[in-house]
Nanobody
């Protein structure tokens, strides 16, 4: 099965930047999508970005223009560059994996353990 491990979270000031990394292993899909969710305590998990096996990218409106998802296929890694961070970006960020984009956005098959991002005001 697919395993995902996130890293790179931490504390940053408003307007600052962080780069999250996701190391993957065990993937078996010939076509696939990877992406990122985030969750604030007490809220539902929110899809924010995805990237296809071809490199096409997709973003939720609240992060479009500020966050960039990318990949390094040779290293089996996915990244999320987060710029112009706001306090409302504070959440646990999860790396996710699925064979179909709509499934990933609505309920991914595989999740990482999450990494905390805190944006101070």
């Amino acid at each position: 099965q697919v395993q995902l491990v996130e890293s790179g979270g931490g504390l940053v000031q408003t307007g600052g930047s962080l780069r999250l990394s996701c190391a993957t292993s065990g993937h078996t899909f010939s076509t696939y999508f990877m992406g990122w969710f985030r969750q604030v305590p007490g809220n539902e998990r929110e899809w924010i970005a995805a990237i296809s096996w071809r490199g096409n990218t997709y973003y939720e409106d609240s992060v479009k223009g500020r966050f960039t998802i990318s990949r390094d296929s040779a290293k089996n890694m996915v990244f999320l560059q987060m710029n112009s961070l706001r306090p409302e970006d504070t959440a646990v960020y999860y790396c996710v994996y699925d064979s179909m984009l709509l499934n990933l956005q609505r309920g991914p098959a595989y999740w990482g353990q999450g990494t905390q991002v805190t944006v101070s005001s």
